[in-house]
């Protein structure tokens, strides 16, 4: 087919952009209770797999501020936050979360502990320094073997990975970038994260100098793109990634959560969230490539508020199983052979082009939400 996401066809897209972070901003919502500071978000246990090993992992994400670039169209992360609401965290308040995260468990018990901020852990008007450093301090004095953290690539900084280095010792440190999309069109518009190519390759390879891991993080189905564009994109970014120097990679299929532009695109009959077919198209294709381990899966179904990418009743639970056992053991026949007489549907939707340029799609849900809010 003849493809719609052209990297160099769209030159023009800065006022594209401009209107999609104002109406972005402007929808979010704090899910937060106003001052509860004393403790995180949420604390979970985990296995997570890596390697070949299972690492008991406890992942804690601290109510913070949220992030101070907040203009991605799909991410519920800043909604998770206290975003908006101007209130001033100090060092303290975080490692009183971090410390309130163990309180049935040390942090002994664990082999790594994920710490997130719904936002950039390295940005310091979302975390401040003292805070990072204390919580560095705390891995490198316990058993754990190290720590996960996540970021945009433009705020990890050769200053930062010594502050790293410094006060965690010899404990590894894994940082997520979400890249999203190698493609400029869908990651600048589509996604309208301030992320760029070379930010990211540039965050890569410093942390790599370090000895740390980086983590690449694709989106599967951004919005305004169809389910074969998902495939393509998702193929081509990992492609992308790959020969970047990236062994593992994490593709997180679009989940539409309340608060997002996804969310007004979804109540428009615009969008909808990436078929679990397609996931398992995309690592048919691409399996050889790297190791792919798939985020964002909904298996235990209790979080009513958020549309997640699904097939039909009578596979959806088998789909869901099978891809957390690929995350696992990354063989593919646990996927291959499963079949379903919803498969039909997603093949024919695969064959489905929109013939719109992405700018011009971008355009017309703008002109239609600006002349909704208009009437309102």
Same mark, same amino acid.
């Given at each position: 087919?003849?493809?719609?996401?052209?990297?160099?066809?769209?030159?023009?897209?800065?006022? *594209?952009? @401009?209107?999609?972070?104002?109406?972005?901003?402007?929808?979010?919502?704090?899910?937060?209770?106003?001052?509860?500071?004393?403790?995180?978000?949420?604390?979970?246990?985990?296995?997570?797999?890596?390697?070949?090993?299972?690492?008991?992992?406890?992942?804690?994400?601290?109510?913070?501020? /949220?992030?101070?670039?907040?203009?991605? &169209?799909?991410? $519920?992360?800043?909604?998770?936050?206290?975003?908006?609401?101007?209130?001033?965290?100090?060092?303290?308040?975080?490692? @009183?979360?971090?410390?309130?995260?163990?309180?049935?468990?040390?942090?002994?018990?664990?082999?790594?502990?994920?710490?997130?901020?719904?936002?950039?852990?390295?940005?310091?008007?979302?975390?401040?320094?003292?805070?990072?450093?204390?919580?560095?301090?705390?891995?490198? /004095?316990?058993?754990?073997? /190290?720590?996960?953290?996540?970021?945009? $690539?433009?705020?990890?900084? $050769?200053?930062?990975?010594?502050?790293?280095?410094?006060? *965690?010792?010899?404990?590894?440190?894994?940082?997520?970038?979400?890249?999203?999309?190698?493609?400029?069109?869908?990651?600048?518009?589509?996604?309208?994260?301030?992320?760029?190519?070379?930010?990211?390759?540039?965050?890569?390879?410093?942390?790599?100098?370090?000895?740390?891991?980086?983590?690449?993080?694709?989106?599967?189905?951004?919005?305004?793109?169809?389910?074969?564009?998902?495939?393509?994109?998702?193929?081509?970014?990992?492609?992308?990634?790959?020969?970047?120097?990236?062994?593992?990679?994490?593709?997180?299929?679009?989940?539409?959560?309340?608060?997002?532009?996804?969310?007004?695109?979804?109540?428009?009959?615009?969008?909808?969230?990436?078929?679990?077919?397609?996931?398992?198209?995309?690592? &048919?294709?691409?399996?050889?490539?790297?190791?792919?381990?798939?985020?964002?899966?909904?298996?235990?179904?209790?979080?009513?508020?958020?549309?997640?990418?699904?097939?039909?009743?009578?596979?959806?639970?088998?789909?869901?199983?099978?891809?957390?056992?690929?995350?696992?053991?990354?063989? *593919?026949? &646990?996927?291959?052979?499963?079949?379903?007489?919803?498969?039909?549907?997603?093949?024919?939707?695969?064959?489905?082009?929109?013939?719109?340029?992405?700018?011009?799609?971008?355009?017309?849900?703008?002109?239609?939400?600006?002349?909704?809010?208009?009437?309102?």
């Amino acid at each position: 087919m003849v493809s719609m996401l052209n990297q160099s066809a769209y030159q023009n897209t800065t006022r *594209l952009r @401009q209107r999609l972070s104002r109406i972005t901003l402007s929808i979010r919502r704090s899910q937060l209770d106003m001052g509860v500071v004393d403790k995180p978000f949420s604390v979970n246990d985990y296995d997570f797999y890596e390697g070949g090993r299972i690492y008991r992992r406890k992942k804690i994400i601290l109510a913070a501020p /949220g992030c101070t670039a907040a203009t991605c &169209t799909m991410c $519920p992360i800043p909604n998770e936050a206290f975003y908006g609401l101007r209130l001033k965290l100090t060092a303290e308040d975080f490692l @009183q979360q971090f410390n309130a995260a163990f309180s049935s468990d040390p942090l002994d018990s664990y082999q790594l502990i994920s710490v997130y901020n719904s936002g950039n852990w390295f940005a310091s008007k979302e975390i401040p320094s003292l805070a990072r450093q204390h919580i560095y301090q705390a891995i490198a /004095g316990s058993h754990c073997e /190290g720590l996960m953290v996540e970021s945009l $690539p433009q705020f990890i900084t $050769p200053q930062l990975m010594e502050e790293a280095r410094t006060h *965690l010792g010899n404990k590894r440190l894994i940082v997520a970038i979400g890249l999203q999309s190698a493609n400029d069109t869908v990651r600048n518009v589509c996604v309208n994260t301030t992320c760029t190519r070379e930010q990211f390759e540039r965050a890569s390879h410093l942390l790599w100098e370090y000895g740390y891991t980086a983590r690449a993080y694709l989106m599967v189905k951004p919005p305004f793109l169809t389910e074969q564009e998902a495939v393509d994109d998702t193929v081509a970014s990992i492609r992308y990634v790959a020969e970047l120097g990236y062994e593992d990679v994490s593709i997180c299929p679009t989940r539409i959560a309340p608060y997002t532009l996804a969310a007004e695109l979804a109540r428009r009959n615009l969008f909808t969230a990436p078929s679990l077919w397609t996931i398992v198209d995309i690592l &048919t294709i691409a399996h050889t490539i790297c190791n792919i381990r798939v985020t964002c899966l909904d298996l235990d179904g209790k979080d009513g508020d958020t549309l997640y990418p699904r097939t039909c009743p009578s596979c959806t639970h088998t789909l869901l199983t099978a891809l957390q056992a690929y995350n696992v053991h990354h063989d *593919l026949l &646990t996927i291959a052979a499963l079949d379903c007489s919803c498969r039909d549907e997603q093949r024919a939707e695969m064959k489905r082009q929109e013939k719109r340029s992405l700018p011009d799609r971008v355009s017309d849900f703008l002109e239609q939400y600006n002349a909704e809010m208009s009437v309102e």
